[in-house]
């Protein structure tokens, strides 16, 4: 497969002034003539007339209305054409039904939607499919289909006939199409200038009842775009369609995004808490992508987290504007650190502005978006609040209607601020997650505290010779009482070694360093346990009194783990006074009852030299687990009955952190009361929230047999819901169990494998079970690796994304790698594998 490199970016040699698609809707023989007004580009050296296209059957070509022969390959087409502006028209046929990568024009569930992001749009027609190239389409559907959507505002509505006219430019891989039987749930919005905009969330009949709130979150998206960013929505009309099959979470297309139903539809009865809170996020994550994405794009596929990062850290925002800020943090970092660092500190490891890619779609990962997102806030602290505002202002006053770079992003904050960011791009250029060590001094005599920082990348095939990065290193000082003797302060670090002090102190104080995880970073501070204690029991910034209790916990379970000791008693004390503090949200105690995953636990050992053993992690944390609840039965029971909520189900933030703390003492108390409680739970609910907790907590006492019987009976017909009763029984499964339970399930009648939600809901499941993934038997691994093998041709995009399972693998023992690399070999041995597999598997195998 070929290489394409950033360096090698070239616009393209013409300039697209209007599109207009015709496409006459067919289950097999879908008709799509297009109309695009071509005319030579200015800026542009090269001038070879090359349009993608893959998988089309090209019916006929005309240049200004004459016929021509082009050039077809594989991948595209070229064709002599005029040296001066010309009209290009095709008619192409195309398979919608026989499309199963859920990529192009494709069906779910009886309906046709498409997806063209990156590059899905040439499975449409033949067009120059880059996102530089941006023009004004116009689109006509003609099918016997009672809704017929396109992108912009409506033009021309009539039986089996619809136009649609988009007046804002954009790259292809913003347009959309959907057609179907479909109803509405529909509102109303005015924007701020007083502009009406028609609200519609269409879903299949029968969902109906579940769109209300995403039709919420839509409304207050849009609400909090124009307060916090100024930005208003720009289009009569905006449509949120929901479909089974999608192989991501949701795609912003202009005016018209398409959602997979797992991330639009919710309701009491069949969302859980965490279900809602990531519909939110995503509705508002694609509602700001009309103006950082859509409103401005970018100008090749290496810019990607120029829309994305951004997108993510302002839908981060909103989030903690509708809830609480702590618990968002933590939860972003909890993730950050499992997913991105896993990636970043592994074979997958890449910049957050990658300089080659085979696949583009391999490269929308934790690193672009979560790391990128992690990028804009250290921006963000670094030049203060009242800049940052400034420059996004900037950014959207000087690349309005842009496809723009990394490079024009940075600029406005250079314009803005006199700074220099020069070495603040490493950022973008640098892969590896950075090392930082503090080293305390205390000179009693003058009162002066000093921290001297060194930081280190280590160096990976992405980046040979990391070099330092800029670090905002936001740092508090605790005094022996617990009370804060200096308040947070940003020290701005650029150097390998850096010290900074602190004066006038009358003692020594305890540092409360990366406050608020001002660094994506793995920080390692040497404090004793008694600094630590304080840090949890008194640290001002809840980030870092949630980190001082995670880091004990951590060492605690390393102890248990490597030589097998009990539980630490000094830091099951501390959590006890955390958990009894009324003062503190229910949901940041629920936090402070979690562990570090078994993932995290792996990634330590190896980072200290040692091999991580699955089975003996797991025993650890279930050992701790249960002196947890036995050591905390009592108070588990009374914060149960307190927190219970009584009132009718919300899915706010009060409510659900009650439930989150409730049901995190309900898994624990199951383990030494068993399993009455949850079944009362189980058997009392009114929402998914505790049902599927309860269900947990039995499955994993291993009562849960009858249970799930009845849960199946009364879900079999919600296929969402049915998603996370296939999930739970494999990630509830003992370890020796795990890939015998997600075979099983293989075989049930409703395991549709084509379906990326459903296969997801077991093999994803599988992946996240550390012990159960990795059992020495090394059947998980032999599992996944088949189900790939079948899913590639089928999907490759989703199988491409499982691959990466298998990236942590050099952390295991030779026996596990010996294993995973027969798995590995056995993948990339079958024939015609798909591009995307291939390139992941590849890197993984390095
Ligand atoms: N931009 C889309 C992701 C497209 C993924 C293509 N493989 C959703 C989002 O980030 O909002
Ligand atoms: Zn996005």
Redesign the pocket.
């Known amino acids: 497969p070929q290489t394409i490199y950033l360096s090698d970016y070239q616009p393209f040699g013409f300039l697209v002034d209007e599109v207009a698609l015709t496409f006459d809707l067919d289950p097999h023989k879908t008709r799509v003539k297009s109309r695009i007004a071509f005319r030579p580009n200015p800026a542009a050296q090269e001038a070879d007339f090359f349009l993608h296209g893959e998988q089309l059957k090209l019916v006929s070509a005309q240049i200004d209305g004459k016929p021509v022969t082009p050039k077809v390959t594989e991948r595209g087409l070229t064709c002599d054409v005029p040296d001066g502006p010309f009209i290009w028209e095709a008619e192409v046929e195309i398979d919608p039904k026989g499309n199963t990568a859920l990529e192009g024009l494709y069906m779910s569930g009886g309906m046709y939607c498409t997806q063209c992001e990156a590059e899905g749009f040439r499975k449409i027609t033949y067009y120059p499919d880059r996102p530089d190239v941006m023009s004004v389409f116009t689109v006509t559907i003609n099918g016997p289909h009672p809704v017929l959507l396109s992108n912009g505002n409506p033009v021309a509505q009539g039986q089996n006939h619809a136009e649609w006219h988009d007046p804002w430019p954009k790259p292809a891989y913003l347009f959309a199409l959907v057609a179907g039987d479909l109803v509405a749930h529909s509102d109303r919005f005015t924007t701020m200038s007083g502009r009406e905009v028609d609200l519609n969330l269409y879903v299949r009949p029968g969902d109906e009842g579940k769109c209300a709130f995403g039709m919420e979150a839509l409304k207050a998206s849009m609400k909090w775009d124009e307060e916090v960013y100024g930005r208003e929505y720009d289009l009569d009309i905006f449509n949120i369609v929901a479909v089974d099959d999608f192989n991501m979470g949701a795609m912003?297309n202009k005016g018209l995004n398409i959602f997979n139903s797992a991330a639009v539809l919710a309701s009491p009865e069949t969302s859980t808490d965490d279900n809602f809170e990531r519909i939110e996020a995503i509705i508002a994550?694609?509602y700001f992508?009309n103006w950082t994405?859509n409103r401005i794009t970018c100008r090749d596929w290496f810019q990607l987290c120029l829309?994305?990062g951004l997108?993510?850290y302002r839908d981060a925002q909103f989030t903690s504007d509708m809830r609480s800020p702590a618990v968002k943090r933590i939860g972003d970092v909890i993730d950050l650190r499992a997913r991105q660092f896993a990636e970043d500190q592994g074979p997958l490891a890449h910049p957050v502005r990658p300089e080659s890619f085979q696949e583009i779609n391999n490269f929308y990962t934790a690193t672009v978006?979560e790391k990128g997102a992690e990028v804009i806030g250290m921006l963000k602290t670094l030049v203060g609040d009242d800049a940052y505002a400034k420059a996004l202002d900037l950014y959207f006053e000087r690349h309005d209607g842009d496809a723009a770079t990394i490079e024009n992003w940075l600029k406005v904050f250079e314009d803005t601020t006199g700074r220099d960011l020069t070495q603040f791009k490493r950022w973008y250029s640098q892969a590896g997650t950075p090392r930082l060590s503090v080293v305390e001094a205390w000179d009693a005599g003058k009162g002066i505290f000093t921290l001297t920082f060194t930081q280190h990348t280590p160096p990976s095939t992405a980046t040979l010779e990391p070099k330092p990065q800029v670090l905002p290193i936001t740092v508090g000082l605790i005094g022996a009482d617990g009370a804060e003797v200096a308040p947070s302060r940003v020290l701005e670090m650029t150097e390998a070694e850096q010290s900074f002090t602190f004066d006038g102190l009358d003692a020594r104080p305890v540092a409360s360093v990366l406050r608020g995880f001002s660094a994506p970073v793995v920080l390692d501070q040497d404090l004793s346990k008694e600094e630590r204690l304080l840090l949890l029991a008194h640290d001002s910034d809840p980030f870092n009194r949630w980190e001082a209790g995670r880091t004990l916990a951590r060492q605690s379970l390393l102890a248990a783990i490597t030589e097998n000791s009990a539980p630490d008693d000094a830091w099951l004390a501390a959590q006890r006074a955390v958990l009894e503090d009324e003062t503190l949200e229910p949901a940041y105690r629920a936090l402070m009852l979690g562990l570090p995953s078994h993932a995290d636990l792996a990634s330590t050992l190896h980072d200290a030299g040692k091999t991580p053993d699955p089975a003996a992690i797991h025993q650890a944390v279930e050992a701790t687990r249960d002196a947890m609840a036995e050591r905390f039965a009592a108070l588990l029971g009374d914060l149960y009955d307190r927190h219970r909520v009584d009132a009718p189900y919300q899915p706010n933030a009060a409510q659900s952190g009650k439930r989150a703390l409730t049901n995190a003492a309900l898994a624990l108390l199951t383990r030494v009361e068993g399993p009455a409680r949850a079944q009362a739970q189980f058997d009392d609910a009114d929402n998914m929230t505790q049902q599927l907790s309860a269900l947990a907590a039995l499955l994993r006492a291993g009562q849960g047999d009858k249970a799930l019987a009845a849960f199946e009976a009364q879900w079999r017909d919600d296929r969402l819901v049915m998603d996370k009763w296939f999930g739970l029984q494999v990630s509830q499964a003992a370890p020796e169990k795990a890939a015998e339970v997600a075979r099983r399930l293989t075989q049930h009648a409703d395991f549709n494998w084509k379906n990326p939600n459903r296969f997801r809901a077991v093999f994803g499941s599988l992946a996240m079970h550390h012990a159960g993934f990795h059992h020495e038997s090394g059947k998980g691994y032999a599992l996944l690796a088949d189900w790939l093998i079948k899913l590639d041709p089928v999907n490759p995009q989703t199988t491409a994304r499982m691959c990466s399972a298998f990236q942590t693998w050099r952390r295991y023992d030779m026996a596990r790698q010996k294993m995973i690399e027969t798995q590995l070999d056995r993948i990339l041995a079958s024939p015609d594998l798909s591009r995307d597999t291939s390139e992941m598997l590849s890197r993984i195998r390095g």
């Open positions: 912003e994550h694609e992508h994405g829309k994305e997108t993510v978006y």
